[in-house]
């Protein structure tokens, strides 16, 4: 039986955040992006992982813009891929102390019929999401203190498939899989581990699909969901935001579709 001590009671809402230190890998847009702009509007340090030097400094620039009073310190970038183990270890040594991961990169390629898939089809995508994670999970798992929180992303097609989609499917399944796991793997250092299973969400991402590339194009599509329309990344990112501030929430894998899959 552990003997570690019990996790530390705080405040479950957002502001209890304030002074933590939030490590956000794939932040440079959509729902990451959107997380560290509300971090750091709770008084949070944020920390920007991503591939594009030019997009992570915007993406750093509108996130120090969240807080009249930010100090250099405050936000930081490091570009790199978020799969390999080097540019993580960098992002952790760069952060210090790192309260709280939240993962929304991942590779998404290669979609189509099951019988139709390539070897590096389905390799591309085991890879940029299930073996990222695992990167991500063995940094995290030295470095997080007791209360500290590692999200991951999967996506709500995982209860409500569609065909052409088995390899993404099949990814982000493992994904909310590895997630019960690590969470009692994590548990004797009373660290929590989560995901959030994401509906369609207003993203650079979402409109680069066909068709979407338009406000009137998105609200047509959006109309016929239970809430007449698609989410905001600001939505969907404060969900994250809630699984990093409660202390009680681990091993869990919340939805946030606007009720779209119960359709």
Do not use: C, K, W
């Amino acid at each position: 039986m552990s003997t570690a001590a019990p996790i530390p009671v705080r405040s479950p809402l957002p502001s209890g955040l304030s002074g933590a230190t939030a490590l956000l890998i794939g932040g440079t847009s959509g729902i990451g992006l959107a997380a560290g702009v509300l971090l750091r509007s709770v008084g949070a340090r944020v920390v920007l992982v991503g591939r594009d030097p030019s997009r992570l400094d915007a993406a750093v620039a509108r996130v120090r813009a969240a807080s009249p009073d930010t100090a250099p310190d405050d936000v930081l970038g490091v570009a790199g891929d978020a799969g390999s183990e080097q540019t993580i270890t960098e992002a952790f040594d760069r952060a210090g102390r790192v309260d709280h991961v939240l993962l929304t990169a991942g590779g998404i390629s290669g979609m189509g019929l099951a019988a139709e898939l390539s070897d590096d089809a389905i390799t591309v995508n085991l890879d940029g999401r299930v073996r990222t994670a695992f990167t991500v999970a063995r940094a995290a798992a030295t470095r997080l203190p007791a209360g500290g929180s590692l999200t991951f992303s999967s996506g709500a097609l995982v209860i409500s498939p569609r065909p052409g989609m088995s390899a993404l499917v099949a990814a982000a399944g493992a994904v909310e899989a590895v997630t019960r796991a690590l969470a009692v793997e994590f548990a004797p250092a009373r660290q929590r581990v989560n995901a959030v299973r994401y509906g369609r969400v207003d993203t650079p991402l979402l409109r680069a699909a066909p068709g979407l590339d338009t406000d009137e194009a998105m609200a047509a599509a959006g109309a016929p969901t239970p809430l007449g329309r698609f989410g905001t990344a600001e939505e969907a990112a404060a969900s994250a935001l809630f699984l990093m501030a409660n202390n009680y929430v681990t091993g869990q894998v919340i939805t946030v579709d606007g009720g779209e899959f119960l359709t």
